[in-house]
């Protein structure tokens, strides 16, 4: 949004406490220059200002260094803010008041409204920007597509578009017996359905449970094979091409992940597959499992299907891209088919504790059915506090 009338556009921002409503609002403005008023307190390693720096030098060309402030001296505060937006006389001026003590927002305020600058508090729970002093903000700072939000940090998007209503169902068939899922992707990798091929193929001799069949039988209808047999040992599948085995090999958490994020009824939009090229479109191509934007905030997820899931690789990989789109105001969860119950306890154990360092949700497939209620709670109170 910035420069308007060729007005630059600056926004003055409250350091000391919960950053999210500071990080709104540069996403929404996209300012010139963000000049940041900043407690003694936050200023001090770990704390507010160093967990929000990066996020906001991502947001806006010119990051100044914080004016520093005693929390609760008025007259300091009142002159810190007045130097700061004096450098730049000729700005449009956003004042965002919402952060860090009352005394800080009551100076910031009346600064504000000698600069004849637009001053706002952002109410986060009610979704809402109350506008004390000039213009409100045009348009909705809440509502933000994942296409959108993953454009403001710079990042171009290649979306799936969402899946047939038939893969839908196969998906939350499968995520009812996570653990037999793994089992039946190593029965068809076993096979060589995981071997690229152009031409209808047959897999046979294939040793199927009942719930394996019915899921087959669904995938007939979904269009992935064009037949299932049954032989006096075993059976064996027509396939049509190699997109059965993408499903089985892991499509169908995701899709099941994003049917959750769907049921879960509270986000503004979620995807599927997101691939996020590298900037300057080279490889490697990343890929965002789920994504969910909930409030202007992102939420994504990793989904594995694999035998043994639990590598610290994985948390590893998903804070990598959130470093690139928000950094800690990104929800992360790491989501499994296999339950915990059927995995190595101390493999487990381990990946556990490092996803709690890494501020990760770990879902476990016995968790599954209890996954739209998990992506509502993360989206709306999360586990672990987001900047």
């Excluded at 990080?23 to 929404?28: D, G, I, K, R």
């Excluded at 200023?43 to 030098?57: D, F, H």
């Excluded at 449970?209 to 992935?224: D, I, R, Y």
Aim: glycine share 6%; charged share 20%; hydrophobic share 45%.
């Amino acid at each position: 949004m910035a420069s308007i009338n060729n007005m630059p556009v600056a926004l003055l921002v409250l350091i000391g406490g919960r950053q999210t409503p500071n990080v709104l609002s540069a996403q929404f403005l996209r300012p010139d220059i963000i000049a940041p008023i900043a407690s003694h307190e936050a200023m001090r390693p770990g704390e507010a200002w160093e967990k929000v720096r990066r996020v906001l030098e991502q947001l806006s060309p010119w990051v100044l260094e914080p004016h520093t402030v005693d929390a609760f001296d008025l007259n300091d505060i009142r002159a810190q803010c007045a130097a700061a937006m004096d450098r730049f006389p000729d700005a449009r001026w956003v004042c965002n008041i919402t952060c860090a003590t009352t005394i800080m927002s009551i100076g910031a305020y009346e600064v504000g409204r000698m600069c004849n600058a637009s001053v706002w508090y952002f109410d986060t729970a009610g979704r809402r920007v109350v506008t004390l002093a000039g213009q409100p903000p045009e348009g909705d700072p809440y509502r933000l597509s994942v296409e959108n939000y993953l454009q403001i940090y710079n990042r171009s998007t290649q979306p799936t578009p969402p899946p047939p209503a038939s893969w839908v169902t196969l998906a939350r068939q499968m995520a009812q017996a996570p653990d037999e899922a793994i089992e039946f992707r190593e029965i068809l990798r076993n096979a060589s359905a995981d071997t690229r091929f152009t031409q209808p193929r047959r897999l046979a001799a294939l040793s199927l449970t009942p719930t394996m069949v019915q899921w087959c039988e669904q995938a007939q209808t979904a269009g992935f094979i064009s037949a299932i047999r049954k032989l006096p040992n075993n059976y064996e599948i027509h396939q049509a091409d190699g997109a059965f085995w993408d499903f089985v090999n892991g499509i169908w958490l995701e899709i099941y992940a994003w049917d959750a994020a769907q049921r879960a009824g509270c986000f503004d939009d979620c995807r599927p597959g997101v691939k996020m090229p590298a900037q300057g479109g080279l490889s490697p191509m990343n890929q965002i499992d789920l994504a969910a934007t909930h409030a202007a905030s992102l939420l994504i997820a990793e989904c594995k299907t694999e035998a043994r899931p639990f590598r610290t690789e994985h948390l590893d990989q998903l804070r990598a891209i959130t470093s690139m789109i928000g950094g800690s105001f990104v929800g992360a969860l790491f989501i499994t088919a296999r339950s915990q119950h059927k995995a190595d306890v101390q493999a487990f154990k381990a990946f556990w504790e490092q996803a709690q360092v890494r501020q990760i949700v770990v879902v476990t497939g016995d968790q599954l059915d209890q996954l739209p209620d998990i992506l509502k709670r993360e989206a709306i109170r999360p586990t672990f506090p987001r900047g």
